[in-house]
């Protein structure tokens, strides 16, 4: 949506909100601070922005992702922890429901931030906004860069470890790492899309030092998937006549990437986890045996063959499963079946036709497709549900970033 016109401006008491926001939920170190106080001041700005909506266009979709939230909260208490209240601590039934609420307050917030951002707020307010959780995320990575010199593996038991977690005092999480992946989308359109050759410099070394930051911090998925939205926009940039010679190209990718991928992993330490998953690729990719070891994708999809499995046994109500499924799709579908994971899809595909809207952008376009994509692949196969950080570049920075792309595009009639 165009924020051309000067006399907007958000109230500066919501701005700062909004500026503290990002940077809450982006910095591993202000994610430490308590998060009940925090969570009180967003569910007040929650219900002053639905107050402030006004009827016809908006047709009260904020009120109405705030009663989904309530609604899959509910179930969940419902349907997976009922059969153990009389084992637990007082007042559980509502801390187990304000837990799951905040979790899926955090994933209506950022569309809301969105929303005010395109809907009223001057030009300068969205580009400071931009450039601070821009700031925020170059900070948190470069902090995460000493921590995991001088804890190495850190990232990936930090959340198992009590002594890591003593060791890396002030620090509350690392989730925003799932964030950082979910940049690379944004950034390779801004690369695309600009023509200015400086932008295209510091767009292209930043997306280099953060594929390297995944690669050291051992998130293979979060290195995968964002090169599959990557390359799917590639693809739909190409003239339709030249698309059929991606499909001849095929039998030669399938040929050049198990070489690829056994490169990376001679290239990598010994002791990463993404050495022992690139190396299991390249087996894969080979049709070799890879062994079945510990460190390879075979346990994780034995995890989501089972949670099928789980889900189908009782579609309609879904039931409490004893493991993890470690995607936050698998793990709707499981503990409260279709009844509440129809609803959250419906979330989902509600919020991405909205962004569509507020930014003018034709059914046919790209520009958030990639990111809808990484989103829709992450959510299959790790838990999005609960990294705030990803939630916040796929419905906040993605889309105002676009937004920029929209207003330099009409600028220079791109």
């Avoid at 165009?2 to 700062?16: Q, T």
């Avoid at 948190?140 to 010199?149: A, L, R």
Wanted: proline content about 4%; some cysteine.
């Amino acid at each position: 949506m165009d924020n051309e016109l000067g006399a907007r401006k958000l109230p500066i008491i919501e701005f700062l909100y909004m500026l503290v926001y990002a940077s809450y939920t982006i910095s591993p170190e202000l994610s430490k601070l308590p998060a009940v106080p925090f969570f009180g001041i967003t569910f007040c700005y929650l219900f002053y922005v639905i107050i402030r909506s006004k009827t016809g266009n908006n047709d009260n979709k904020i009120l109405t992702y705030v009663l989904i939230a309530v609604y899959i909260s509910l179930l969940y208490f419902l349907l997976t922890e009922t059969q153990t209240i009389d084992n637990k601590v007082d007042n559980y039934v509502l801390k187990l429901f304000i837990a799951k609420f905040q979790q899926m307050l955090y994933q209506i917030i950022p569309f809301v931030v969105m929303y005010r951002l395109l809907t009223a707020s001057s030009i300068i307010q969205c580009r400071i906004f931009l450039g601070v959780s821009f700031v925020c995320f170059a900070y948190t990575i470069w902090i995460t860069n000493i921590f995991m010199t001088m804890y190495p593996g850190v990232v990936r038991s930090f959340a198992n470890s009590i002594e890591v977690a003593e060791e890396t005092k002030g620090i509350g999480n690392f989730y925003f790492i799932y964030g950082t992946a979910a940049l690379l989308p944004t950034l390779a359109l801004v690369f695309v899309t600009y023509k200015n050759k400086i932008i295209k410099i510091l767009v292209s070394v930043s997306i280099l030092l953060i594929y390297s930051f995944l690669m050291k911090a051992e998130f293979s998925l979060s290195i995968i998937i964002p090169t599959i939205s990557i390359s799917y926009f590639c693809y739909k940039q190409l003239p339709e006549k030249n698309r059929p010679l991606i499909f001849l190209g095929i039998p030669v990718l399938f040929f050049l990437l198990p070489i690829f991928f056994r490169f990376v992993a001679d290239n990598v330490e010994e002791g990463n986890d993404i050495k022992d998953r690139f190396m299991e690729l390249s087996l894969l990719f080979s049709f070799q045996d890879t062994g079945g070891t510990a460190q390879d994708g075979t346990a994780r999809m034995e995890i989501y063959s089972n949670a099928i499995r789980v889900f189908l046994s009782s579609p309609i109500w879904g039931q409490a499963v004893d493991f993890d499924p470690h995607s936050t799709f698998f793990g709707f579908l499981c503990d409260i079946g279709l009844i509440g994971a129809i609803p959250y899809f419906f979330l989902y595909y509600s919020m991405n036709k909205y962004v569509y809207k507020y930014l003018n952008l034709p059914s046919e376009s790209n520009y958030f497709k990639i990111s809808f994509l990484f989103i829709i692949l992450m959510g299959f196969t790790n838990p999005v549900h609960s990294t705030s950080a990803l939630q916040f570049v796929i419905w906040c920075i993605a889309p105002l970033v676009i937004n920029e792309i929209l207003k330099y595009n009409a600028k220079y009639k791109i």
